[in-house]
């Protein structure tokens, strides 16, 4: 990623005129940015400020569009996740660019290689009409399809590449970070256990240190993978867009990283699917990945190989049900462990990640 001599604002206060005239003359020679006035604000995993922008002449003649999103990590938790923000804006700069996925477009992103403070400018999905994803609607066969055909072009880029070693370990700070595991401890997974959305979940998996040691396993055959790629590492539902003609794309890049792609595939198709029809279709979704996948000229992995690791990360899912509502809201999460709690029993996971073993 190009290195950027502009200072990175470290507080939200240090979003200024003078600072997005800064940034956006990186790429747009002679903008200034006039005045600006901040929106809405989403304050999650990552700070999300959506901005009013008046610009100079040159601005226009540019056709920067009047609003866009500015993001970074401004929260409490930020400095456990730097990463991430890192590799978003790895993803903007070097990967959006290339128009492998349907992915906002991004006119500044960079990273204070110190610090690993990141920071973006993004665009504002709603000038496009874009409606946005959610667990509780869940996608139909025809975007689904398309969504693997994208993920499909994504993962060859890098195929089994050297340099995905730039993109930190292999399962990223899902794996390094201890994030997924710490929400998981202190009692969270046994009361998660006593819910009705668990009922359907294997009892193999009703101890916090079996469900640990199938999150440990995973990301341990993760790290022996021969299939390893560039993986969107987050692709659930509410990190889905959708054009006027129903096609598909994916925001919030905060997890890209690399991994064995049945990460992207098994969390994508699971979670976003009404259960029984993913049930219904799973084996030919992963059937075309497959073929999309041949089509990029990729030695894609055999029948067996690519079913046997798309039932093993199935095990991932299953951290939605202590999902804590602080994150995402209550009704999505139970949604969202429903059907991976359905899909660990149908594809037998534990049988998946130990079996033979």
Excluded at 36 to 53: D, N, P, Q, Y
Excluded at 241 to 257: A, N, V
Aim: with cysteine; aromatic share 10%.
């Amino acid at each position: 990623m190009p290195e950027s001599p502009l200072k990175l604002p470290r507080t939200l206060e240090e979003v200024d005129a003078d600072w997005l005239s800064g940034a956006l003359g990186q790429r747009y020679p002679g903008v200034e940015v006039r005045s600006l006035t901040f929106g809405t604000s989403v304050r999650a995993t990552g700070t999300k400020l959506r901005m009013l922008l008046d610009y100079n002449e040159a601005g226009h003649r540019h056709r920067l569009p009047a609003t866009m999103w500015f993001k970074g990590g401004y929260e409490a938790h930020s400095d456990h996740v730097r990463t991430s923000h890192a590799r978003e804006s790895l993803f903007y700069s070097e990967i959006e660019p290339l128009g492998l996925v349907n992915a906002p477009r991004c006119y500044f992103a960079s990273v204070d290689d110190d610090s690993g403070f990141g920071v973006q400018l993004i665009e504002d999905l709603l000038v496009r009409n874009a409606s946005f994803g959610d667990a509780r609607r869940p996608i139909s066969l025809s975007a689904a399809t398309q969504a693997l055909d994208q993920m499909a072009r994504l993962h060859a880029y890098r195929w089994n590449a050297p340099d995905l070693a730039r993109l930190g370990a292999v399962g990223g700070s899902l794996a390094t970070d201890g994030i997924v595991l710490r929400i998981m401890r202190d009692g969270a997974w046994e009361r998660a256990m006593t819910s009705p959305v668990a009922a359907a979940l294997p009892k193999a998996f009703h101890t916090y240190a079996a469900a640990a040691g199938g999150m440990e396993r995973l990301w341990a055959l993760d790290r022996a993978s021969e299939h390893l790629c560039m993986v969107h590492g987050d692709a659930h539902p509410g990190n889905l867009f959708f054009e006027h003609d129903g096609t598909p794309g994916f925001l919030d890049w905060q997890r890209f990283m690399q991994s064995d792609w049945a990460h992207d595939v098994s969390y994508f198709l699971i979670g976003s699917m009404d259960a029984e029809e993913c049930a219904t279709h799973e084996r030919d979704l992963v059937a075309h990945y497959l073929k999309a996948l041949t089509d990029q000229g990729v030695a894609a992995p055999d029948w067996d190989d690519a079913w046997l690791s798309y039932r093993r990360h199935a095990m991932y899912g299953l951290v939605w049900n202590v999902v804590p509502p602080t994150m995402q809201p209550a009704a999505v999460c139970d949604m969202e462990a429903l059907r991976f709690n359905a899909a660990a029993q149908r594809l037998d996971v534990h049988d998946a990640l130990w079996g033979g073993a």
